[in-house]
């Protein structure tokens, strides 16, 4: 079992950055696929990006591809989300999501994700 603690939301400017960092608990971090997922007022969760346990390989939704970076140092059981060129639209809670590595899931459903972290809040003003 891993839990999961997200940080580094706030406000900022459209066109600015933010980092966002989830920390992960247990010795097995290694096995997990990450998640980010983001959910705006009245909206469903969406993904937003993913990466394999060995950070080889990441995935983006195409509404933040070119944008956003997704990276993990297993050293030290983080997961980041580095965000660029933030648009209004942008604005959601962001969450951090795991699960162990199991190739008939698929990183992008919600539903393939076993763990949450609490969520933490951005805000893009225009």
């Known amino acids: 079992q891993v839990q999961l603690v997200g940080s580094g939301g706030g406000l900022v400017q459209a066109g600015g950055s933010l980092r966002l960092s989830c920390a992960a608990s247990g010795r097995t971090f290694r096995r997990y696929e990450m998640g980010w997922f983001r959910q705006a007022p009245g909206k469903e969760r969406e993904f937003v990006a993913a990466i394999t346990w060995s950070g080889g390989s990441t995935y983006y939704a195409d509404s933040v591809k070119g944008r956003f970076t997704i990276s993990r140092d297993n050293a030290k059981n983080t997961v980041y989300l580095q965000m660029n060129s933030l648009k209004p639209e942008d604005t959601a809670v962001y969450y951090c999501?795991?699960?162990?590595?199991?190739?008939?899931?698929?990183?992008?459903?919600?539903?393939?994700?076993?763990?949450w972290g609490q969520g933490t809040q951005v805000t893009v003003s225009s």
């Open positions: 999501a795991a699960y162990e590595t199991d190739y008939g899931r698929t990183y992008y459903s919600k539903g393939a994700y076993d763990y």
